[in-house]
């Protein structure tokens, strides 16, 4: 709702001094206050201007002999925010309280007032209990301190947004920095140093963080391609991977080689070996169906969707008997059961038809039949448990370096031709798992333990971990940083979800993914029909944790320097926007459609801000309002300061550099020994002392 006042009797001097002391005519993105029965409404000042009147609003005698000429008129547009009233328990400071929302709307004739010093503390600082961290002060409302609510900044996500240069990097850090010292400091008041800390995990794609918290105690874990100075080496096995994960990285097409991708997944990790008999084909092929059914009755056959479109599970279990026919020469007790699967799958299909032979719902009573069925089959066959013991997207770990050989093997049981179809998705996973660049972070040595690696991400039992995990992704190759990225995210996900459904308490986390634009990028049109990619795979875990994040405890924090290239899906979970300069017109528009309360005035400010100042608004701030925030160290700030290009070319700050040793460390070989080198330099430039047998 936005309000038209005119401001006719009041003249546009810099100051005014009917308030008691001096105080600044009101300006845009200031405040201004409406009394009425209830208190006072907060405004927000969206618009200032004059405007042209047909006519002189003159008071006392008029000489109707003059002509009018045109007159300006003061018009100011305002925003309701809320309700200040007056708390009569209290004397001096703070004896002001402001209430989100408006009960009683202005009329026409109320007065328009200044606030006052003290009034606009109470609008700013929320005297709250829950705005408890400092992040900075309000230039237009008298420096006051700017407060935020933890709980509804993490738990509703927090968007940081602002072109290159805005400081949205010292944002983020600065954000972080003030939670845990405010936290650290109460939890010393409370003398409860071991309790739980708090856990921020920062997805850091150009490596500007990890300097920035190693002052803090207990220092940052640093986990990064090349480990040095602290860093611990970062690993994400392929066998953490889920089949959407497994599927963008192998490039597996939707008809043939992702259900092969799929069951391979499942019988390699239940243990099951490469074996191509007969019985350990129909072994693996009924026993995935054994696992669906086994599902189907939990969950209720309207569950059932699979891939690549979908089909009823009518049409699915018609499917099991012809798949049948694809053996020969089979044991008499064998194929009795799969003739009496045969059997009973053809019983249903006729019983679950009407009068016109069209296709019925299947009812649990007709599943547990079938499944009953297969299992009389796997009965009769040597190790089938352990065929069906792990579902394709559990972390259960195997040997990677047999995956490809295994592939082949179950695609060799298919008379049909699936080995040529196979054949480009084994060769794809096997030059992928043998790539020198991607082995470091997704292979198998050295070993990785599942629990031991959520523990170095969320912590350990005893609470006394460290608060905050850098994850350096800048020398992470291209083929699998988006694979990484949502690995890592999507771990941490399911496991504080479990953490919940198992405690029935949150376990409260943060995610910062610096970049966003690179890893949740908008998605177009075509991307429907062609294989998923890495890209929109990482894009569609970020858009289930902005969804669904907040019941379980884990919280997102985005910064991006390009809001219109974000993924709309994740934009509209935010609640809470910290929003820098901004210069390109189709990020201010995507902001104006997505920022709360409106208040969409403010944001004219955005490409005019200077650096260290921003709009905050949103469910984590008492009101919009601009936030000169507070300055960082030099020390303390991320490493994403601009180029010195003239102090270097001025010879004011000289580069050193030895590209030898950046190559060695590039390519993993070892340093030369200190003669070796020097020898090999002057043997290369043909300078220094001749051997000694020179002249034979």
């Excluded at 045969?342 to 296709?359: H, I, N, Y």
């Excluded at 609470?463 to 694979?483: F, K, M, R, T």
Aim: proline share 7%; hydrophobic share 40%; net charge neutral.
């Amino acid at each position: 709702m936005r309000i038209d006042l005119s401001i006719p009797k009041i003249e546009f001097f810099s100051s005014l001094l009917n308030t008691g002391v001096p105080l600044p005519f009101p300006r845009v993105n200031g405040y201004v206050l409406i009394p009425n029965e209830t208190g006072a409404v907060v405004a927000l000042v969206v618009f200032l201007g004059v405007e042209r009147s047909p006519f002189p609003r003159r008071v006392g005698l008029k000489d109707f002999g003059l002509i009018d000429l045109p007159f300006p008129l003061r018009r100011m547009h305002v925003t309701p925010l809320g309700t200040l009233r007056e708390r009569a328990d209290v004397e001096g400071s703070g004896r002001y309280l402001l209430t989100r929302g408006v009960s009683a709307f202005p009329s026409v004739g109320d007065p328009v007032l200044l606030p006052s010093e003290e009034q606009l503390r109470s609008i700013v600082e929320a005297t709250g209990e829950e705005y408890t961290v400092q992040i900075g002060t309000s230039p237009l409302a008298a420096n006051a301190r700017v407060f935020v609510d933890p709980d509804k900044l993490f738990g509703r996500h927090l968007a940081i947004l602002g072109n290159t240069g805005s400081g949205q990097s010292c944002s983020v850090a600065g954000i972080i920095r003030w939670c845990l010292q405010t936290a650290n400091k109460e939890r010393q008041q409370l003398r409860k140093p071991g309790s739980a800390a708090a856990r921020f995990i920062i997805l850091d794609p150009n490596g500007e963080y990890r300097h920035t918290f190693r002052d803090l105690e207990p220092a940052p874990k640093i986990f990064g391609v090349v480990p040095h100075d602290g860093t611990e080496s970062l690993r994400v096995p392929a066998w953490m991977w889920n089949s959407a994960e497994w599927s963008a990285f192998a490039q597996a097409s939707p008809r043939v080689q992702r259900p092969l991708l799929l069951e391979g997944l499942r019988n390699i990790r239940s243990g099951a070996s490469a074996d191509t008999s007969v019985e350990r084909r129909i072994a693996c092929l009924f026993g995935g169906h054994r696992t669906l059914l086994a599902s189907l009755i939990r969950q209720g056959p309207q569950a059932y969707t699979p891939f690549p479109k979908n089909k009823s599970f009518l049409e699915q279990v018609q499917h099991i008997p012809d798949e049948a026919t694809y053996y020969a020469g089979l044991s008499a007790p064998l194929q009795a059961r799969l003739d009496a699967v045969r059997d009973r799958c053809a019983a249903v299909l006729a019983r679950r038809r009407d009068a016109q032979q069209r296709p019925l719902a299947v009812g649990d009573v007709d599943l547990r039949e079938i499944q009953q069925s297969l299992d009389e089959l796997l009965a009769n066959i040597a190790d089938a448990p352990a065929a069906i013991r792990y579902g394709e997207d559990d972390p259960a770990s195997f040997d990677l370096s047999t995956f490809a050989d295994f592939l082949e093997a179950l695609a060799s049981r298919d008379v049909a031709g699936s080995e040529q179809h196979a054949a480009t998705l084994t060769w794809r996973v096997r030059s992928l798992l043998r790539d020198r660049r991607l082995e470091p972070i997704i292979g198998n040595e050295p070993d990785v333990d599942i629990a031991a690696w959520l523990e170095s991400f969320l912590g350990t039992r005893d609470g006394n971990s460290a608060q905050i995990a850098i994850v350096d992704l800048s020398l992470v190759p291209a083929e699998i940083i988006h694979i990484v990225v949502s690995v890592v995210a999507r771990l941490m996900f399911e496991a504080i979800q479990r953490y919940r459904r198992n405690h029935r308490l949150e376990f409260p986390t943060v995610l910062v993914l610096e970049e966003a634009h690179t890893f949740i990028r908008r998605g177009e049109r075509h991307e429907e029909d062609a294989v998923p990619t890495a890209a929109q795979m990482c894009r569609g875990t970020f858009e289930r944790i902005a969804r669904e994040g907040r019941k379980f405890g884990l919280g997102l924090v985005l910064s991006s320097q390009r809001p219109y290239e974000l993924s709309p899906t994740v934009l509209a979970q935010f609640n809470t926007f910290l929003l820098h300069r901004l210069v390109n017109d189709q990020d201010q528009q995507l902001v104006g459609r997505l920022v709360p309360d409106n208040v969409r005035g403010i944001l004219r400010e955005l490409p005019s801000l200077p650096a260290g100042q921003a709009v905050l608004l949103g469910w984590a701030a008492a009101v919009p309002v601009l936030v000169d925030l507070k300055r960082l160290p030099k020390e303390h700030q991320p490493q994403s300061s601009d180029p010195e290009y003239w102090r270097v070319w001025i010879g004011a700050s000289p580069r050193h550099v030895d590209w030898a040793a950046e190559v060695r460390e590039w390519l993993g070989t070892p340093a030369p020994a200190p003669n070796e080198g020097a020898d090999a330099g002057r043997a290369n430039r043909g300078d220094g002392p001749p051997p000694d047998d020179a002249g034979e």
